[in-house]
């Protein structure tokens, strides 16, 4: 009589592997769940699709909690200026003003 163990085994790593493949595929990580290395090439990879003048509200779904912002007037008009993390300082785990574009 054989054993049915390898068989078993077989169809265990089998829909290991499906699944894993699946996740791979489909599983796109929410910006708050990035780490910091993550979050900082997203941030530059999709700065190239900001437009000038765009919505404030399309940016903030597009890259999430800005790491810094200002309010400022210009020409008598208010603007509000959004930091986003886009390179590394120096290695000392905090996020600074000169590690960020607006």
């Known amino acids: 009589m054989k054993s ?5 085994i077989g169809v265990v790593f089998t ?15 929410k910006l708050e769940d ?6 900082q090439s997203y941030n ?6 900001l437009n000038l003048g765009q919505n404030i509200n399309d940016i903030r779904e ?5 790491d810094f912002s200002e309010a400022k007037n210009s020409n008598g ?4 200026v959004l ?7 120096k290695s000392d785990g905090k ?3 000169d590690e960020c574009t607006p």
């Open 62 to 66: 597009r890259f999430g909690a800005a």
């Open 77 to 80: 008009k208010p603007m509000h």
């Open 83 to 89: 930091f986003y993390r886009t390179h590394k300082g």
């Open 15 to 29: 829909i290991y592997v499906i699944f894993v493949a699946m996740t791979m595929m489909f599983y796109e990580p």
């Open 95 to 97: 996020t600074t003003k």
């Open 34 to 39: 990035m780490d910091w290395e993550d979050r």
């Open 4 to 8: 049915k163990a390898p068989v078993v």
């Open 44 to 49: 530059q990879q999709n700065l190239t699709h």
